[in-house]
């Protein structure tokens, strides 16, 4: 090829690139994930990306089928997954028979969506999903964990100052119920969720206009008002008097959850019961998460999430109930990015340069050999370039010890320490060197 | 949906979908590989597994072109990575300046070839690639490098008997020159390429047949005869007294490298250079590698690469010298369960499940919240079943400790430890429970 004829390296608009630094913090917050996930007795699924364009087409309509990246291959109709949960629900149908249940699964992977593209939304973006699904029924006990698993990303990830609202579908759809208005519940649910967003007065105003009564509005506005995460907040429901057997058993469920998280050790302050939250409309028939980071309210919800009565009625006669959240961390990452909640680090694992400055490679090999079996990252820099030079190297990855070896170090056995970060410099022996380098605390990724 | 109209659960054919425990193992594997690249101080690089296809197909032809996943969405003409090393080439290209060479990366991720289906040939599946690229040159050391990269690896997944080739092309490139064969070189490369597989006689038909006179044949068979790993298989290639300046060049580049290897603590019996070695017949230039595990020398090289003289020459002007290799996970995960070469294990990450036999959850949530503080994989089983199905759980996905918590033990303020291995219970307190669980190895994916 002749040398004016290159091809553009642009990137896709809508997928994302990071540069070393930012793929390596990138990388943490997705091994913390997995730790969490790990930690808490999820299973690890990988399922293909690519999957008949009808398995994956099953519920999906509207939005999501415009959305969804489709074509064929030979006499296949294809498709690349838009989500975790469908391909979960195709996945539990088919191995039925081969898992055990309650069925606790993690799925870390890429999902495809061509939306139009803008800042922070992304066409191939990573989910981070947890599910619980049980075969004919799943007990509460489930919904109660799952805020604890949040709270353990969100920590580990360096936050403290974050909030899991946490409802229950229940309570709302029996609240409408016992009021006699049925009929309206899912349009005024439909407005409720945009409380935060628009206030009291605009939602006041609009559930009027669905034709509700003001006794009614006031009441359902007293609902969703309400906060808490103690039996206080559970008292205050009861205290509406609703007559509704499902409101009452939303009551209860959202008693018990409330009671099993602060057992499982999530700080009050961390968590609160909000009426107002009533997302995922169609799918969840129980409990609700999102969660925000109080410092950065513009970014949203964080990490989502609910119960839902059936997985996978469209692959299987197998009742399904389950309870899941998903982590979007491509957007995150690029949002706690741009908000400065991040940092990235150093461009490199590499704890340790290796710098010999003799012809002879045997002591600088068999040092990086030695310093690799301990586990400490390690690279050597062997190219004939001035230490200058190798040193403006370890200091543009963020290398913190380089370990320079000459004629003077070989003859006394030692090695010269350097610690980038202070400049200090020192003739050290093997255990000195292990023991200066294993000091070092390693930092998260956190804020 | 109608009970009667579900949707088949099929996945594609030449797609791997894994139940849990051979998931675990997997992902046991991949993690291995990741920790080994990054102790070696390569960074993660995640690139779009979408690109346009003007940009993956810069290079390829003939069977690459008709394999490859493409598609148009919208106006563009997009398709499925096939590799990690073009979108690697893409990558140094485009973020040139932000990079800091030698550039030592490594890609764990799916790749796509819409190969036609059979037993061990898959569509989707994973590579693991490292390459290290330098910006105009780069030192012969990276090329020693690799080879106790790979003794890492393997070492790591559990095998002992496995050999690590090397050769370098320019010793053979040479030889056919130094021979005044030149031309049949290629042709010549590529008939030996297959000697392990046709035998000796074969090789030398074809040779014949390529119009190379019996005395060439007979210095080319002596040449590829030799095996060794020490000065005396050199001494063997300087005895053939070809005078070449290419032979000489990949003699003197085999001398280095292998005596590096040996500082690097790769055993003499895991690595051999084996001068029939002519893999990667175009994009090689020098040092070139493949690791055949001898117990299953059915399966082929396991894990392949070398040094090329040219990363990016498609994207860009700038002269990019590299070395790199590449595991096939997905094949190799596939061939070793096939081969009976690896076992898989538990069915889930849980090391404890705790039993609460009691209605109040203080005290099971309380322990498992302590337990997963202290990175124990935990789970309750709070369900209202008898026991004996939550421990049928436990052991139907290996879980190996179960807690159970009855009213005799809250009062007691102990729990009852069961091993499920050994059936062996006992009263223990939270200590004690530490204790036994933490005393427990844990055990590798490999051989």
């Known amino acids: ?77 294809l498709a690349l997954r838009f989500d975790l949960t469908v391909p979960l629900a195709r996945y539990v149908s088919k191995h039925f028979g081969h898992l055990t249940f309650p069925f606790r699964r993690y799925a870390i992977g890429k999902v495809y969506r061509g939306e139009r593209p803008q800042k922070g939304r992304f066409r191939e973006f990573y989910q981070c999903d947890i599910d619980i699904v049980g075969h004919g029924e799943l007990g509460l006990m489930s919904d109660a964990e799952i805020p604890s698993i949040i709270y353990s990303v969100f920590s580990e990830f360096g936050f403290r100052n974050f909030t899991i609202r946490i409802n229950n579908r229940k309570v709302l759809n029996g609240l409408f119920v016992g009021l006699g208005a049925a009929e309206q519940a899912a349009d ?34 007293a609902c969703t008002r309400l906060r808490g995460n103690d039996e206080a907040l559970i008292e205050q429901l009861w205290a509406l008097n609703i007559d509704n057997e499902l409101f009452a058993r939303g009551v209860e469920e959202l ?18 019961v909000d009426l107002s939250i009533a997302r995922g409309l169609d799918y969840y028939t129980g409990t609700v998460y999102e969660t925000i980071l109080n410092e950065f309210p513009e970014i949203g919800s964080v990490c989502s999430g609910g119960r839902y009565d059936n997985l996978a009625e469209y692959y299987t006669d197998e009742q399904l109930p389950g309870v899941g959240i998903s982590i979007g961390l491509t957007r995150l990452f690029y949002q706690l990015k741009q908000a400065g909640a991040i940092q990235s680090g150093p461009a490199t694992p590499t704890r340790v340069l290796v710098v010999p400055m003799v012809a002879d490679a045997r002591v600088p090999l068999e040092l990086a050999s030695l310093l690799r079996a301990h586990n400490i990252s390690t690279e050597v820099y062997f190219d004939d370039v001035k230490v200058k030079r190798k040193l403006a190297y370890a200091n543009k990855l963020g290398v913190p010890y380089v370990v320079i070896i000459g004629e003077d170090e070989l003859a006394a056995g030692t090695y010269t320490l350097k610690d980038m970060r202070s400049g200090h410099q020192e003739q050290v022996d093997t255990a000195r060197l292990f023991d200066i380098i294993r000091a070092r605390e390693d930092i998260g990724p956190g804020a």
Do not use: C, W
């Open 1 to 77: 090829m002749s040398k004016h004829e290159k091809i553009p390296t642009t990137v896709l608009s809508g997928f994302m690139e990071l540069l070393p630094a930012d793929q390596i913090l990138f990388d943490q917050m997705k091994a913390t994930i997995q730790t969490v996930y790990e930690r808490f007795g999820f299973v690890p699924l990988d399922t293909p990306v690519i999957e008949r364009a009808e398995v994956l087409l099953a519920k999906a309509g509207g939005e999501t089928e415009k959305q969804i990246y489709r074509f064929t291959k030979g006499d296949n109709d």
């Open 188 to 221: 005024a649910l439909r407005i409720i969720d945009k409380l935060d967003k628009v206030g009291e007065e605009t939602v006041e105003k609009e559930l009027g206009e669905l034709g509700l009564a003001p006794p009614v509005v006031a009441q359902v506005l």
């Open 255 to 272: 008693a018990t959850v409330v009671r099993a998280i602060t057992y499982l050790g999530v700080p009050p302050n961390n968590f609160i």
